[in-house]
C-alpha cells in the first residue's frame, strides 16, 4: 500500500486543527468507530501489590492487582518493559538470588549515564532562562520544607530497585525524599525538552517542577530513574513556583500505580512525601486561589524522555542537530539495545509501495527501526488507555514517552458514563483537542511531530517516516480489536457488533465500566425471552424509553447469537 502523507514543517507557529490533518487519514483508513471506546479490562490477579498509605498508625492498604491478558501482549511493548515485572507470586519464576538482594538507601546502586553521556549546561543555578546545546541543567531541590511525613509508598516499586522496605520506616526518610536531606549517590538535574502544545509550537518547557536524582541499577541490571516531582524551581519553571501540592500528588502516585497494576504500561510512584509547608492554586482557575498542603512524589521510570526532549534541538537549527543524533544514540543503547545489535534481514524489509524503490530496510538505518517501534509502542498505549477509558487531558509532545509510557499525570480522568467528547482539562473544553475519541488520532499526530524531527536531524527519510506512521494506525487497530473482542468475550472482532454497541452507550450515556460487569450477567441462551432480555442490564440502562428498549434488546439478540 502506498502511504501519501504529508508531514508538517518542524516548527510552524501553529499547525492545522486535528480533523483538517492529511495524518489522521491514516487512523481513519481502518474504518474505526467514530468515537472510540474505552471499557475496562477484566483482569485477573497475578502480581501482588503492596501500596501502603500512612494513617498515623502506618497502617497498609493492600490493593488486589490484576494481569494483562496474554492475548493483549505485544511483543515491542513486552521486549522492551519486561523489567517492569512486579513480584510474581510463583516464586519459581522469580530468580531466587537476586530476589532476596535488598538495599539500603545508601547501598543503591547509582549510575548516571545521561548526564555522563550527554551534553549539560554549564550553569548550576535555576534561573529561568534559555539552557541551550545541553540536554539537562545539574540543579538542587529547593523545596522549603518543615517536618516532612512520608503518606504513602509502594513496595512493588521498591522491589524494583532492590531497595529494602525495611527502609521506609526511617525516620530520615521522609527528609530524604523531600530533598531536606541529600540523598547519597543522586546527581540532581532537571531536563531540557519542548512541545507542541494543544497543536503549536510552544518552545523551551522543560522539566519545570520534577528533578532527576539518577538512574538506578538493580540485580538484574535494569535500570530506573528516580524523579522528584514539585521539588522546586530549575531553570525550566518559568513563571512557575516549582511545587506541587498533596491533592494532585496523591492523585499520580495512586492512578501511575493502578494502571500499572490494569497492565497499562506507565511510570510508577515510589513514594510520597508531604512537606509541611502549604502551596497557593487556584485549583478552579476562577480567581480564588487557596494555599493547600505541598508534597514531594518520587517518580519511577525506566527513562523520562519525551517527544519534546529531541524535538528542542532541532527547533534550534543545523548547530544542535548533532543533539538530536546523540540522544537517539543513547536511546537506543540504554532503551533498545535490540535495536542497536539488529541484524540484516529480509524479515525486516517492508514495502511502502509498488516498486523495488520504495522498501524499507529496518536493517539498514537503526533509527528507522527505533521510531517504528516507538510508534507501535505509542498505539499499543492509546488503545490500552481506549481500553479502560482513561482520558490523558494533555497529549501535548512534551507528555509523549518514547517507551510508550503514560506520563506526566496532571488533569486525567475516567469515563463514567460513555461521552466520547469528554475531556477531564477545563482548558481543552472549547475545542476538546484532547478529548477521549480523538486520543488515537492525537498519538499520530504526535508520531508525525516526532518523525518530523529525525528527518530534521537527517536521521529517518520520508519514506520511513510514513512507514512508521502506517505502523501506528495498524497497531492501534490489531490492539483495539483484540481489547474489544476480549471484552465481549468474542473469538474474532465483529465490527457491525461493536458499532451497534458503540452508538447505544452513547446515546443513552451508559456508564460503560458497569455496563460491561452487568453484561457478564447475560446468558448465551437463544431462548430467552425478549422481557426477560434486558434484566441482567437494568441497574445500568436508567430511564429509558421503549424505542430504546427495542434498540437494546435487539443488540443483545445479536450479542448472544454471537458468543454462543
Not at 538535574?189 to 519545570?208: K, N, P, R, S, V
Not at 518559568?238 to 501511575?256: H, K, N, P, T, Y
Not at 541484524?343 to 528507522?368: H, I, P, R
Not at 447475560?522 to 431462548?527: F, L, M, V
Amino acid at each position: 500500500m502506498k502511504m501519501k502523507m504529508k508531514i508538517f514543517p518542524l516548527f510552524p507557529k501553529s499547525l492545522p486543527s486535528l480533523s483538517s490533518s492529511p495524518l489522521i487519514s491514516l487512523c481513519l483508513r481502518h474504518s474505526y468507530p467514530k468515537f472510540i471506546f474505552n471499557p475496562t479490562l477484566p483482569l485477573k490477579p497475578r502480581f501482588s501489590f503492596a501500596c501502603h498509605v500512612s494513617t498515623g498508625s502506618s497502617l497498609p492498604m493492600d490493593s488486589p492487582s490484576a494481569d494483562p491478558p496474554s492475548s493483549l501482549s505485544v511483543d515491542s511493548v513486552a521486549d522492551g518493559l519486561k523489567s517492569q515485572s512486579l513480584r510474581e507470586k510463583d516464586d519459581n519464576i522469580v530468580n531466587s538470588k537476586n530476589k532476596n538482594v535488598k538495599f539500603s538507601l545508601e547501598d543503591l546502586n547509582w549510575d548516571h549515564s545521561f548526564v555522563r553521556e550527554l551534553p549539560g549546561d554549564p550553569r548550576t543555578d535555576s534561573i529561568p532562562r534559555q539552557v541551550l546545546h545541553a540536554c539537562y541543567t545539574k540543579v538542587l531541590p529547593s523545596a522549603e520544607v518543615e517536618n516532612p511525613k512520608l503518606v504513602a509508598w509502594s513496595d512493588s516499586v521498591a522491589d524494583l530497585l532492590d531497595l529494602d522496605p525495611k527502609e521506609f520506616e526511617r525516620p530520615d526518610f521522609p527528609l530524604k525524599f523531600s530533598a531536606a536531606s541529600p540523598l547519597a549517590g543522586a546527581v540532581p538535574y532537571a531536563q531540557c525538552y519542548g512541545g507542541h502544545q494543544f497543536g503549536t509550537w510552544a518552545g523551551q518547557l522543560g522539566d519545570g517542577r520534577a528533578i532527576t536524582l539518577g538512574e538506578i541499577l538493580n540485580s538484574k541490571l535494569e535500570r530506573w530513574e528516580l524523579q522528584l516531582k514539585g521539588a522546586g524551581k530549575t531553570p525550566y519553571s518559568r513563571f512557575a513556583d516549582g511545587l506541587a501540592v498533596l491533592r494532585s500528588s496523591i492523585r499520580e502516585f495512586l492512578c501511575s500505580e493502578a494502571m500499572h497494576f490494569l497492565g497499562i504500561p506507565t511510570t510508577r510512584a515510589l513514594c510520597l512525601v508531604t512537606t509541611g509547608k502549604f502551596v497557593t492554586r487556584d485549583m478552579f482557575y476562577d480567581g480564588n486561589p487557596k494555599e493547600e498542603p505541598g508534597a514531594i512524589v518520587c517518580r519511577v521510570a525506566q527513562s523520562f524522555l519525551r517527544f519534546g526532549s529531541f524535538q528542542i534541538h532541532a527547533s534550534r537549527g543545523e548547530e544542535d542537530l548533532s543533539i538530536v543524533r546523540a540522544l537517539a544514540d543513547y536511546a537506543i543503547k540504554y532503551h533498545f539495545p535490540h535495536i542497536q545489535n539488529i541484524s540484516k534481514s529480509e524479515s525486516l524489509s517492508f514495502s511502502t509501495g509498488d516498486d523495488d524503490q520504495s522498501l524499507v530496510d529496518l536493517t539498514s538505518n537503526k533509527y528507522a527501526a527505533w521510531i517504528v517501534e516507538i510508534a507501535e509502542r505509542t498505539a499499543s498505549l492509546v488503545a490500552r488507555w481506549q481500553g479502560v477509558g482513561f482520558t490523558h487531558g494533555v497529549l501535548n509532545t512534551d507528555n509523549m514517552s518514547i517507551l510508550g509510557l503514560t506520563i506526566d499525570y496532571g488533569p486525567f480522568g475516567f469515563l463514567d458514563a460513555f461521552d466520547p467528547s469528554y475531556t477531564p482539562n477545563t482548558t481543552d473544553l472549547p475545542g476538546r483537542r484532547y478529548c477521549f475519541a480523538n486520543q488515537p488520532d492525537i498519538g499520530l499526530w504526535n508520531i508525525a511531530q516526532f518523525a518530523s524531527t529525525l528527518m530534521a536531524a537527517h536521521l529517518i527519510s520520508d519514506k520511513e517516516a510514513n512507514y512508521a506512521m502506517e505502523r501506528y494506525g495498524t497497531k492501534f487497530m490489531d490492539d483495539y480489536q483484540a481489547i474489544m473482542s476480549q471484552k465481549l468475550g468474542l473469538q474474532k472482532y465483529n465490527k457491525q457488533l461493536v458499532n451497534k454497541l458503540l452508538n447505544n452507550l452513547s446515546v443513552d450515556k451508559v456508564d460503560y465500566t458497569n455496563f460491561f460487569r452487568s453484561l457478564s450477567n447475560i446468558k448465551a441462551d437463544p431462548g430467552i425471552s425478549e422481557d426477560d432480555l434486558l434484566v441482567p442490564l437494568k441497574a445500568v440502562l436508567l430511564d429509558i424509553g421503549k424505542e430504546r428498549k427495542e434498540a437494546w434488546a435487539s443488540w443483545v439478540q445479536s450479542y448472544i447469537q454471537e458468543v454462543q
